[in-house]
């Protein structure tokens, strides 16, 4: 890790069920770094769950929730944080995402997503008749918002020692030009 004061944040943004959340854990456990997750202080300032927000507020509600979070609740440095997955879709946010650290964007297969999604209750997203088109029409939506955001890692084929290896070799690349 760079040896500089403060260390930039890392920033862990991509589609639901690409492993930003299981890949942040096991980064702030190796950096001894605090986790922060998106979807956790959102939740935790609304009172309520992100199915429960969703249903009685709606999607742009929860979109302003999570923008509140990035401009006044992060950690100025020192932090793993991972977003939620639709995060920096919204016009804005991927710029004001990057400009609290250093961020990697993380991918997978439809099918992976599926996968790793499948009888989860709180994807709100995927509800329906048909997850899986569902999930190849979003990640069309968001491509453009996520390739913009910050250096792309693909998850699938990948374990989850390889894929922390890969984020810790751009991070420091990354954080070096800070």
């Not at 998106?38 to 969703?54: H, N």
């Not at 992060?74 to 016009?91: F, H, M, Q, T, Y």
Request: with cysteine.
């Amino acid at each position: 890790m760079p040896t500089r004061d403060p260390q930039p944040n890392l920033l862990l943004v991509g589609f639901m069920g690409t492993g930003k959340s299981t890949l942040g854990r096991l980064l702030a456990r190796r950096w001894r770094r605090p986790l922060v997750d998106t979807d956790e202080v959102v939740e935790r300032l609304a009172g309520k769950s992100i199915p429960e927000i969703f249903a009685q507020e709606g999607e742009a509600a929860f979109r302003a929730k999570e923008r509140e979070v990035v401009e006044s609740h992060l950690p100025a440095s020192g932090a793993v944080i991972s977003c939620g997955g639709g995060l920096v879709v919204p016009e804005g946010m991927a710029a004001l995402v990057a400009s609290k650290g250093v961020v990697v964007t993380l991918f997978a297969s439809p099918e992976a997503v599926l996968r790793r999604t499948q009888g989860k209750s709180n994807r709100p997203l995927l509800e329906g008749e048909d997850p899986e088109a569902r999930i190849r029409a979003l990640m069309a939506e968001r491509e453009k918002a996520y390739l913009a955001c910050g250096t792309a890692v693909y998850t699938d084929g990948r374990t989850l020692p390889q894929l922390a290896d890969a984020v810790e070799r751009i991070y420091r690349r990354e954080a070096r030009g800070r």
